[in-house]
């Protein structure tokens, strides 16, 4: 029973296109993040959610609009793809959004971007 | 601005042995600093921890010094098994920020 599961695991599209990730958590944390994950193996946290509200908002384009309906779900909207945006997304989730807290994480999104 | 940095892309080390995984930070007013560990295709996995209050903390085979002064900390893994053959990630936080560092590929040679 998969605790952080996002969809799809692949994705590749076109420059221009909009598309979306969806993240779920089934382990009643609080907190959820969305991570990217670039060609040089940065992991760099673009946007925390804790109950529903906005924590965190890196310095990341508009074009990104992260959406969470409800505590278990925090989904990445992504407007006019550019190649640029092509990296694994990691989406996870914490108890808390102290620092001590551990992050559970999905198997992330493979974006490819052409 | 790379906060938290691991200067080592990769390290082998023979089974059984000790491996030593090394991470430096900037900023000194983080908290906690973490260690994760990554299979291939998998999302990064918890490993163990430590406040900015403490210098050592440990949990079975593996234990993680932090040296302040140096903005310096180490993951020590005693004794190395194949299973270990992974990707660590050093990650420090303050607040609500986390930094990440880029990772070192650990294979342990049977």
Known sequence: DTAVSQTPKYLVTQMGN?????????????????????????????????????????????????????????????????????????????????GFNEQFFGPGTRLTVL | DQQVKQNSPSLSVQEGRISILNCDYTNSMFDYFLWYKKYPAEGPTFLISISSIKDKNEDGRF???????????????????????????CAASGGNQFYFGTGTSLTVIP
């Open chain 1, 18 to 98: 909009d598309k979306s990730i969806k993240c779920e958590q089934n382990l009643g944390h609080d907190t959820m993040y969305w991570y990217k994950q670039d060609s040089k193996k940065f992991l760099k946290i673009m946007f925390s959610y804790n109950n529903k509200e906005l924590i965190i908002n890196e310095t990341v384009p508009n074009r990104f609009s992260p959406k969470s309906p409800d505590k278990a779900h925090l989904n990445l909207h992504i407007n006019s793809l550019e190649l640029g945006d092509s990296a694994v997304y990691f989406c996870a989730s914490s108890q808390g959004t102290g």
């Open chain 2, 63 to 89: 234990t993680v010094f932090l040296n302040k002064s140096a903005k310096h900390l180490s993951l020590h893994i005693v004794p190395s098994q194949p299973g270990d053959s992974a990707v660590y990630f």
